[in-house]
């Protein structure tokens, strides 16, 4: 299957402070991206769908203000939690789309990030 | 819009036995693709199998296999000869066929897996 990365794996941070997480496809262009939250034994509950060259969409509830997405290249895009709080600690997983040959798409999850903001 | 329904919680099972896992969803898309992921502790997702709709025939991959019933829209999965690695969350997950912004993932709200020794 596809690789999906993404960094940093975790991250520590002061209330008040901006962080940013970076999500690559390693061996795929993926035009598409998403980005999840997760709370523990949770499902995971899209955020946005960040798509190169042009603004991301975001979900119902989530502040574009706060959770800053860009998708400068076909291999990367980047989630930035702005101001963060500590009720912005979670799990932050990304992920990429590819099409599949014959028709649909498939999506490839990077390992997430865990945010702690203290 | 979609809805994916996982009303199992938790399960457990005995290694080496065989587990069914349940999953239904709604929709009036006659096109679309169903999968299952799984998310051990470590957290990363894998994809552990997928459907398409248009297809009678029910994916395998290994030891895991899925029960489809289109018309039920009940997408069910097996695992057979169960393994301590196969101890993870599991999510069972709807995707439109479309290529466009729609084709992104709905998932269940998922369930805890524990595979004892």
């Known amino acids: 299957g596809a690789v999906v990365s993404q960094h940093p794996s975790r991250v520590i941070c002061k209330s008040g402070t901006s962080v940013k997480i970076e999500c690559r496809s390693l061996d795929f262009q993926a035009t598409t991206m998403f980005w999840y939250r997760q709370f523990p034994k949770q499902s995971l509950m899209l955020m946005a769908t960040?798509?190169?060259?042009?603004?991301?969409?975001?979900e119902q509830g989530v502040e574009k203000d706060k959770f800053l997405i860009n998708h400068a290249s076909l291999t990367l895009s980047t989630l930035t939690v702005t101001s963060a709080h500590p009720e912005d600690s979670s799990f932050y997983i990304c992920?990429?789309?590819?099409?599949?040959?014959?028709?649909?798409?498939?999506?490839?999850f990077g390992p997430g990030t865990r945010l702690t903001v203290l | 819009a979609q809805t994916v329904t996982q009303s199992q919680p938790e399960m457990s099972v005995q290694e080496a036995e065989t587990v069914t896992l349940s999953c239904t969803y709604d929709t009036s898309e006659s096109n679309y693709y169903l999968f299952w992921y799984k998310q051990p502790p470590s957290r990363q997702m894998i994809l552990v199998i997928r459907?398409?709709?248009?297809?009678?025939q029910n994916a395998t991959e290994n030891r895991f296999s899925v029960n489809f019933q289109k018309a039920a829209k009940s997408f069910s999965l097996k695992i057979s000869d169960s393994q301590l690695g196969d101890t993870a969350m599991y999510f069972c997950?709807?995707?439109?066929?479309?290529?466009?912004?729609?084709?992104?993932?709905?998932f269940g709200k998922g369930i805890t897996l524990s595979v004892r020794p």
């Open positions: 992920s990429a789309r590819r099409p599949i040959a014959g028709g649909g798409n498939e999506q490839f």
């Open positions: 960040s798509n190169e060259g042009s603004k991301a969409t975001y």
């Open positions: 459907q398409e709709a248009y297809k009678q």
């Open positions: 997950a709807f995707m439109k066929s479309s290529t466009g912004a729609n084709s992104k993932l709905t």
